[in-house]
């Protein structure tokens, strides 16, 4: 058995914290790391395929040239113009990791690969959702998946909104931490996901605290850090919080991914020796 984790896909709407958890675990030493069941931090996120998308089609507008994958960017509106495109982030996801395995076969033996995307529908939508995370389990090859727990950090849609917000840098406007996601695309992309409701379905089944892979008989080990006391937003904050703050932020998170973590790389543990 070992004791880091091989694969994390880390889950959450938009601006909720999945990416400032992540920055933050890449600032922590290796050994506060272990302390978290993760090994050395190796980092996939679908997101700069979606800013490669915008920016691809503003060059082929100022081209006075069509545009090819999404909408034309403002406050309000934006997102893409063919729903197809989100399997083509799972299918970017699947061939990072092919490349990260290909590069070094051996990564699993010393690191903990993340692996980072936000998925979802309408506001009010039935479940499932078409281009939910189920859909995206449905994509993700079995490779990944049978070495994988999710983490889901969760805040609930009027919160991811706040967040998206609050977080837009207009000098940083593609930026990990900083870019924001449009108003109309928040609500009809990002208005719910269907996190929660698959553990619903795991429940229901006597499978608390996992998903299944749609179609097989994989279930993985899922936790949830309850992000809607804001115990991430110091991460990307620069100048505008105190050393003491800061302190008292930093230990506040790792408590919290602590507890979230260790029960869950129990369930991964089980599920590993089972």
Avoid at 64 to 73: G, K, P, V, W
Avoid at 141 to 164: G, M, Q
């Amino acid at each position: 058995m070992t004791n880091h984790f091989k694969n994390i896909l880390i889950w959450a709407q938009p601006a909720s914290g999945k990416s400032e958890v992540l920055a933050f675990v890449r600032g922590l030493t290796p050994e506060q790391r272990a302390e978290l069941h993760i090994g050395n931090l190796v980092e996939i996120d679908d997101y700069p395929r979606v800013a490669s998308f915008f920016e691809i089609d503003d060059e082929r507008q100022r081209l006075r040239q069509d545009r090819l994958f999404t909408y034309a960017q403002n406050h309000d509106d934006g997102g893409f113009k063919d729903p197809a495109l989100w399997d083509h982030l799972d299918a970017h996801l699947n061939a990072r990791y092919d490349l990260t395995l290909l590069k070094n076969p051996q990564v699993h033996e010393r690191s903990t690969i993340m692996l980072e995307c936000a998925r979802g529908g309408p506001a009010g939508a039935a479940y499932p959702i078409p281009h939910g995370y189920q859909r995206t389990l449905e994509n993700l090859d079995p490779s990944i998946l049978e070495k994988a727990a999710i983490l889901y950090v969760y805040v609930t849609p009027e919160d991811s909104r706040r967040k998206n917000d609050e977080r837009f840098d207009p000098k940083d406007p593609h930026g990990i931490l900083s870019h924001r996601v449009p108003t109309n695309v928040m609500l009809n992309d990002y208005g719910c996901d269907d996190a929660v409701w698959m553990t619903e379905e795991a429940t229901a089944k006597g499978k608390r605290g996992s998903v299944q892979v749609p179609g097989s008989d994989l279930w993985i080990p899922f936790g949830v850090l309850d992000n809607r006391t804001d115990l991430t937003s110091f991460v990307r904050k620069k100048e505008d919080i105190s050393d003491t703050d800061r302190i008292q932020a930093t230990t506040r998170l790792y408590g919290a991914l602590e507890t979230c973590l260790g029960k869950l790389h129990q369930d991964y543990a089980r599920r590993d020796t089972a």
